[in-house]
């Protein structure tokens, strides 16, 4: 299989929230990648509690549902 890695991954007990760190324009792939980070770890047993996109060239922070 392919590693997937996350840029940051925050635990609390059983859940966690995932940020990922872009630069450039925002591109609907990134949505695709966290869903896919998601998708490993609730298979490893966690609860994903948040996921976030981090553009730092615009300074946005984006919560992906």
């Not at 859940?15 to 980070?37: C, F, M, P, R």
């Amino acid at each position: 299989g392919t590693i997937k890695r996350p840029d940051r991954i925050m635990f609390e007990n059983n859940n966690v929230i995932l940020l990922d760190y872009k630069t450039g324009a925002k591109e609907k792939s990134h949505h695709k990648q966290l869903d896919d980070y998601e998708h490993a770890l609730t298979g490893m047993g966690y609860i994903i509690t948040g996921k976030y996109l981090l553009y730092l060239e615009h300074d946005e922070l984006l919560q992906v549902i």
